[in-house]
């Protein structure tokens, strides 16, 4: 591709570029801010917290079980009656015949009707699984906002370190301006040759191609972050953190089995978990509890008559006492369904607790390390500097072309990104620490 293609490709990408960086005047973001946003306002959260309210809800619903029942009816009945069908033989008046149909006959009934357990062991238990459920809904409704926390933290890590490129790139094309003024002057001069000019320029053109390419990824970068916040895609922001300096991580220990004893102990998985076990002890409980009898107060008062003029006033009370003997073998088979939701949770629970070990373990490792690779992609910044003021003075006395120079410059722009590349792998693995041993909504 000749020089005059890349320019144009350049232009036409510059064009495309320009409505999505003109969209919204940025606002201040801090890492933080991004993530207490994340935590609390994203659908995701919110919708975990109406799946909380449903396991609440769900707990009225079981301890309606325990409370008055009251119902009412009224009806106005007209029929008759085969006295013959009940078995009853009336005597026939002298000279008659036997008539079994009698009626029609009116009735009215108008009632209030009362059902109260008064020992009912199963729809007691059953109350308070679902009461014991509501706490499992509520650490999920803790696991949304801890993952919400930690992409928003990816999210902006991301934008920040597309911010860096995006400024690492524009440096490079003002020293490439810098090398192809240097090399036309060098070529007036007569101490170079005029390919070394074409080099130049064609470093100038790709570096301006490299800079839309970066604002591009920015622009891209500020969409995702915007969204992993809850915020409309059009929301730009100006990032208050750099690469430069890590999350600051509040309490995590710095010791693993320090961090694996916070981790077991603040992972919302784990709590949901012994929440999910808790309530299906509590199930299992109930159904055993089925076996036992249940007693009950039944009662009703109301008017009764022919009709709704002359009725008086009626009732009944009683206490009902159930007890279940055969139900099919759905007892049992309730029984055995309990038991095989604990056997799943306890092997889950075993796995869980080794999972959060080795995610823990993980995350200080590449904590460690990415800390190493960024001194030394410190260093490496550094030598790329002094490499390319070398080349530049060779260049300027007329000893070398300026291969040397292109060379030095490409190797200080792999040196930026390297230095990007490391401080945003160290940010991101203390992100993940923060997050394993549940606290990522603590990272600042």
């Known amino acids: 591709m000749n020089i005059n293609k890349i320019a144009a490709s350049a232009a036409a990408l510059a064009l495309w570029a320009l409505p999505a960086a003109a969209q919204t005047a940025p606002q201040p973001l801090s ?10 306002q994203t659908a995701g959260v919110a919708m975990a917290g109406e799946r909380t309210a449903q396991a609440e809800a769900r707990v009225g619903q079981a301890r309606g079980a325990l409370l008055p029942q009251v119902s009412a009816t ?16 009336l005597p026939a008046a002298p000279g008659t015949t036997h008539e079994p149909l009698i009626g029609p006959v009116d009735q009215f009934d108008a009632r209030l009707h009362l059902r109260q357990a008064l020992f009912a062991p199963a729809d007691l238990l059953r109350a308070r699984a679902a009461r014991t459920a509501v706490a499992g809904s509520e650490a999920e409704e803790e696991l949304v906002a801890q993952t919400a926390a930690q992409r928003a933290a990816g999210a902006y890590l991301a934008a920040a370190r597309a911010q860096a490129t995006l400024q690492a790139r524009e440096e490079d094309a003002r020293l490439a301006g810098e090398l192809l003024s240097l090399a036309e002057a060098q070529l007036e001069a007569g101490v170079s040759t005029g390919i070394d000019v074409v080099r130049a320029r064609t470093q100038k053109v790709t570096a301006d191609g490299q800079v839309l390419l ?12 915007a969204r992993a916040m809850g915020m409309a895609p059009d929301a730009r922001f100006a990032l208050t953190d750099g690469l430069e300096a890590a999350p600051v991580l509040g309490l995590v220990p710095a010791e693993a089995d320090s961090a694996v004893a916070v981790a077991l102990d603040r992972r919302p998985e784990l709590r949901q978990l012994a929440a999910t076990t808790a309530a299906a002890q509590a199930s299992r409980r109930a159904v055993r509890a089925e076996r036992l009898p249940r007693l009950d107060l039944v009662a009703d008062w109301g008017a009764s008559g022919l009709h709704a003029t002359d009725a008086i006033a009626t009732r009944q009370i009683g206490v009902a006492v159930s007890l279940p003997i055969v139900d099919g073998l759905g007892h049992e088979a309730r029984l055995r369904e309990q038991d095989a939701r604990l056997r799943e949770a306890a092997l889950r629970a075993a796995d869980l607790r080794q999972q959060v070990t ?8 590449s904590l460690a390390t990415s800390a190493q690779q960024a001194q030394i992609a410190d260093q490496r910044v550094q030598l790329a500097q002094e490499e390319l003021s070398q080349a530049r003075e060779r260049f300027t006395s007329g000893v070398a072309g300026n291969v040397e120079l292109i060379g030095a410059q490409a190797s200080l722009l792999h040196a ?8 945003f792998a160290q940010s991101a693995a203390a992100v993940d620490l ?9 990272v600042r």
Do not use: K
């Not at 890492?31 to 609390?40: C, D, M, P, S």
């Open 74 to 89: 009224s009806g106005m009945l007209n029929h008759t009656f085969n006295v013959d069908a009940m078995g009853i033989t």
């Open 31 to 40: 890492l933080g801010e991004a993530v207490q946003r994340a935590a609390t």
């Open 416 to 423: 930026r990104d390297a230095v990007i590349e490391a401080h």
């Open 358 to 365: 080795a995610e823990v373990d993980a995350a200080l490792l």
């Open 434 to 442: 923060a997050r394993a041993v549940g606290m990522a909504q603590e």
């Open 214 to 225: 970066a604002r591009t990824a920015a622009e891209q970068a500020q969409i995702t972050l």
